[in-house]
């Protein structure tokens, strides 16, 4: 016997890459192109390095009104977390406790599965149809919880929320999870349904459409006791997730409701023209609500076409694995950056 038969073994969830050169052109994690608003830039400045001493408002108390306000919500409806990856782990622990299995797609946010290991819960993925939309009768069966993201991560591809609320109407006994982290980038968001159905939970990140990926916020929007059983659980934790700087921050880019809506509007701007430039050149992709296409050529291998980049400084996204190994996942960049990517694409003689 050794101590190792003990280790609670993962296979860890792999982040995309975070290179160190100056001058390449990053398209390979989804982050917003754009500086984050002066509102954010102006708090840090004023900030004081003295509240640092006291541990921080456990309840995010500042932050949270500030995003019941602008969803319309009560103060209870919403949970604060580092990042929606903290807070969607805190979900899975809360509300997946059932022997019955979790659904969620073949093709999703890779996270889920990770989780679901490192918690035994037990889950079972359901294939996503050949053009990568959601088979909603799949998820009228019986389970332990459900998870959508919408639009989905890596195919960009959102679903309207009268089909999500489909699913939820065949599902009164289970929790489901609407993960909107690329919400803001043109999907319809089912906010509205946690008013409806307490079993529904909505969340949603400041990481893609505020450009605050380094403050690691995330949120969740459910009934008020839903989101009781969810501060149970954190704070059988750990109180104080939310550092202070990020409170003060977040609360900040709220307050900018202008930054971010010109923001996100360029990002689509940009997501059109590069959309059709791809076409142009024979790639094959879904309509996509993100930040990012998921893109296939039908002559060029997705492989040959992420190390001709890589090797010529444009980082995009690419999954060794099945269905998804001939695609490449590429998130809409500045103009200037979207230019440098199509160069060197016909660098490579993709015309
Ligand atoms: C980026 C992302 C998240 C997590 O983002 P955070 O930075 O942890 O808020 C969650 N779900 C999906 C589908 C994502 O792409």
């Not at 037990?122 to 998870?147: A, C, R, S, W």
């Not at 949120?219 to 006791?225: D, L, T």
């Amino acid at each position: 016997m050794s101590w190792e038969n003990n280790v609670r073994r993962v296979v860890p969830y792999v982040p995309g890459e975070q290179p160190k050169e100056q001058d390449i052109v990053k398209l390979n994690t989804n982050e917003n192109p754009y500086a984050p608003s002066p509102m954010v830039t102006k708090a840090l400045r004023e900030m004081r390095a003295r509240p640092l001493r006291l541990y921080p408002d456990p309840k995010a108390d500042m932050l949270v009104s500030a995003i019941a306000k602008e969803y319309g919500l009560s103060n209870d409806m919403v949970f604060a977390g580092i990042g929606s990856d903290d807070v969607l782990a805190m979900l899975f622990m809360t509300f997946f406790n059932s022997a019955k299995p979790v659904l969620f797609p073949d093709i999703t946010y890779s996270f889920y599965d990770v989780w679901a290991e490192m918690l035994r819960i037990p889950y079972e993925t359901q294939p996503l149809d050949e053009n990568f939309h959601i088979v909603p009768e799949d998820y009228m069966k019986e389970n332990g919880g459900i998870v959508i993201a919408n639009p989905n991560a890596p195919t960009g591809v959102a679903i309207p929320v009268a089909t999500i609320e489909m699913i939820v109407k065949a599902n009164p006994d289970s929790i489901i999870i609407v993960d909107e982290a690329y919400v803001d980038f043109g999907a319809e968001s089912a906010l509205p349904l946690v008013h409806k159905y307490d079993n529904v939970i909505i969340t949603q990140t400041f990481s893609k459409s505020r450009s605050l990926a380094g403050l690691r916020i995330g949120y969740a929007m459910a009934a008020p006791g839903t989101i009781r059983y969810l501060n149970d659980v954190k704070y059988s934790f750990n109180s104080y997730t939310m550092n202070y700087p990020s409170i003060v921050l977040g609360t900040a880019a709220l307050s900018d409701k202008e930054h971010f809506e010109r923001t996100c509007a360029k990002v689509c701007a940009t997501r059109k023209w590069v959309m059709k430039r791809f076409r142009d050149l024979g790639f094959k992709f879904e309509e996509s609500s993100a930040n990012f296409l998921f893109v296939t050529h039908p002559d060029v291998q997705a492989r040959d076409i992420y190390d001709y980049l890589r090797a010529n400084g444009v980082y995009v996204r690419w999954f060794d694995k099945p269905r998804i190994r001939n695609y490449l996942r590429i998130t809409i960049g500045k103009d200037a950056q979207m230019d440098r990517l199509f160069e060197c694409l016909e660098d490579m003689g993709i015309k």
